[in-house]
């Protein structure tokens, strides 16, 4: 009760309420008769993110989140097969933990067990992906978000509506391989000058069955065995129902959101020991509503969120060759956040934040400890733009604490993370830019990793990461034969102490926890961008990404994998996208590559994972009927069929197609 006091109070000091006092609207705002938003335009990032948006996210061979986020440069997904399977991101190999999911302002989370499951999330209702090393480099931000290593934000669309109009509709149908069926429908309204609503419905029904190439070599290098099989349990049934409401104030907006997700699928485990087939599936039931108002009083601006979730998961393993299991756990969180930033001069401004969160957690396991945990986080931060230099600096408190049922709870935490960011202009066009930062971040092991009783360690110590990076970009953008020019290059190195490592237990839903104490990585990013239209309406775009990483244990000299590679993290990795437009037509393809790894913690032969690439391939057409707009769109996906891994002995589809038609009002 007393953290609970403790935030309603701080809350009440730092949420700002807006003054109703009658003041004359923006003269704009009368010659256009249209609502103006007054808040400041920011300048570039200090720290540039990786981003896809708009039409060029559109014209990726993605069907989710997930998928798109193999184009950006040091990140690895792991997938585990299937329209179904479970896809996590990790960012310059610091871990999933350390990397925040950002929906619309509000970050997602998961006390359970930590994984943002990104393969939950369409990318037909995403406006923009983005990617953040370090932080978003915006000081008007909530607390939480100064504490990720590593930052991925999704931007659903907002409607915008031209003279005259009063709602968008759109309607997609995608069918393709696996038996594949995918709907989805969104409507937009205009309720008023003011309010806007918007509706988006998905449906996703797939077999998920394909055939795969199962081969494995011995130690000794001699074939074991090579056969064809088809990949069974990976069926999907999914739908997801979201609704936005926009909202404009004279000195400021809001917007409200209400989420839900429902799925019922099958755990595709693991191929060992000429085992084909599992009995695992889980229902997963996913639902929040959050609320957001930004608020402008001059130089002061207010922003505040606020969240409820509540996710169900049913997990049952009905395997003839283990244990019978059937749990229930249903996870709650409050969520309520107040940033607020002021501007002491038109180049130096200063900003505090205040989250508070609560996490519980229950099941239906005999002796579960139900935990739950109140976490407070308090954020400082200052920005200065000097014109050619800009400087951002923050730090952040992390108060935690955990409360478990009959038992020792562990100790509180309380930490200090601070970070620097700065970026410099040597050229008087800005074109071209140089940028370092140095950041600490820490995160509370998961309530699966201190409690679980299957495979729940007590004892693990949180993890804490110190990054540095430098970096160079060149950005140049013209209207002549070279449209846009970008080009960077970043050298980073991330030290990890208590770094908590997941390995599937046999089965998909259950993991193996440990913590490997200390982890050194160094790497290098590389990213390039280049767009040309050689002829009238006829563009070309070219991106390419490559990154280096030596992510190893340094924790103790007498372990055999002392200073080995950890598992699942090559040395090498890449993409790259072409892509062609001209009257209505689109030809895109992508190509991206993964290289060796180990699978385990000693970097032996009999741990070796084979490199892998994939080329995919998409050709669409737009064309209009009236008012109504139409795409069709054809994507051939693994086009030289090749036979994969991304994790060992899950393996992934060869060659497969989707069809899309896309209706647009």
Request: glycine letters at 8%; one cysteine or more.
């Amino acid at each position: 009760m007393k953290y609970f006091m403790l935030s309603l109070a701080l809350i009440c000091i730092v949420m700002p309420l807006e003054v109703a006092a009658e003041e004359p609207a923006d003269s704009l705002s009368h010659q256009l008769g249209e609502i103006v938003v007054t808040a400041r335009k920011p300048g570039k990032d200090i720290i540039p993110a990786q981003v896809l948006s708009g039409e060029e996210l559109r014209r990726m061979n993605s069907n989710s989140v997930a998928d798109a986020l193999r184009y950006f440069s040091g990140v690895q997904v792991k997938d585990y097969g299937g329209v179904g399977g479970i896809k996590t991101v990790n960012i310059r190999s610091m871990g999933t933990n350390h990397t925040g999911v950002v929906y619309d302002g509000v970050e997602l989370g998961n006390a359970q067990n930590g994984q943002i499951d990104l393969g939950q999330f369409s990318l037909d209702n995403i406006e923009a992906l983005s990617l953040y090393n370090g932080q978003k480099s915006e000081i008007l931000q909530p607390a939480k978000d100064f504490g990720s290593a590593g930052t991925i934000y999704m931007r659903t669309r907002t409607p915008v509506f031209n003279e005259g109009e009063t709602y968008h509709a759109r309607a997609t149908l995608r069918t393709g391989s696996f038996d594949l069926l995918n709907p989805s429908a969104l409507i937009e309204l205009k309720l008023s000058q003011k309010i806007s609503a918007s509706l988006s419905a998905e449906w996703v029904n797939s077999s998920g069955k394909y055939k795969f190439r199962y081969r494995r070599v011995n130690p000794a290098g001699e074939l074991a065995y090579d056969t064809t099989a088809v990949r069974q349990n990976g069926d999907i049934n999914a739908t997801r129902i979201e609704l936005n409401t926009h909202g404009i104030l004279n000195r400021g907006s809001w917007t409200f959101k209400v989420y839900n997700y429902n799925s019922e699928r099958g755990v595709p485990g693991a191929i060992v020991n000429n085992v084909w087939r599992r009995g695992e599936r889980i229902w997963d039931t996913n639902s929040f509503a959050q609320g957001r108002y930004t608020g402008y009083f001059g130089k002061f601006t207010t922003l505040n969120n606020i969240k409820y979730a509540f996710y169900r998961t049913h997990y049952v393993n009905n395997d003839d060759k283990q244990v019978k299991i059937d749990n229930l756990y249903k996870q709650k969180e409050i969520y309520i956040s107040s940033a607020n930033e002021y501007e002491i001069t038109d180049f130096w401004s200063v900003s505090a934040s205040y989250d508070f969160m609560w996490n519980t957690l229950d099941a239906d396991v005999y002796g579960f400890v139900k935990p739950d945990r109140i976490s407070q986080y308090l954020s400082a931060a200052t920005a200065l733009d000097l014109s050619r230099v800009k400087i951002q600096a923050s730090a952040l408190g992390s108060f935690v604490h955990d409360r478990i049922k009959g038992q020792q709870a562990p100790a509180d935490k309380h930490v200090f993370s601070p970070a620097v960011f700065v970026n410099g202009y040597p050229l008087r066009n800005k074109d071209f830019s140089i940028r370092v930062f140095y950041k600490k971040s820490f995160r509370m092991p998961t309530f699966n990793d201190l409690y679980y009783a299957d495979m729940g360690n007590s004892k693990l110590s949180p993890e804490r990461v110190t990054q540095y990076n430098a970096g160079l970009l060149y950005d140049h953008k013209s209207s002549s034969f070279i449209t846009a020019a970008r080009v960077s290059a970043d050298v980073y190195y991330n030290r990890v102490k208590d770094k908590i490592v997941a390995y599937p237990k046999g089965q998909q839903f259950r993991w193996t926890m440990l913590n490997l104490g200390l982890v050194d990585i160094r790497g290098v990013d590389v990213t390039g961008l280049l767009t040309v239209t050689p002829y009238k309406d006829l563009y070309l775009t070219v991106r390419g990404q490559y990154t280096f990483q030596r992510a190893i244990d340094i924790t103790n000299p007498a372990d055999n994998y002392y200073r080995d590679q950890i598992p699942y993290i090559p040395r090498h990795s890449g993409a790259a996208v072409v892509n062609t437009q001209w009257r209505g037509w689109g030809l895109n393809y992508s190509w991206i590559y993964v290289g060796e790894r180990y699978n385990q913690q000693e970097n032996i032969r009999y741990n070796y994972t084979q490199p892998w690439y994939t080329s995919d391939l998409s050709l669409s057409k737009d064309f209009n009927l009236g008012k109504v707009s139409l795409r069709g769109l054809l994507e051939v996906n693994n086009l030289l069929s090749q036979d994969y891994d991304v994790i060992l002995n899950y393996p992934m589809p060869k060659r497969n197609y989707r069809v899309t038609l896309t209706v647009e009002i």
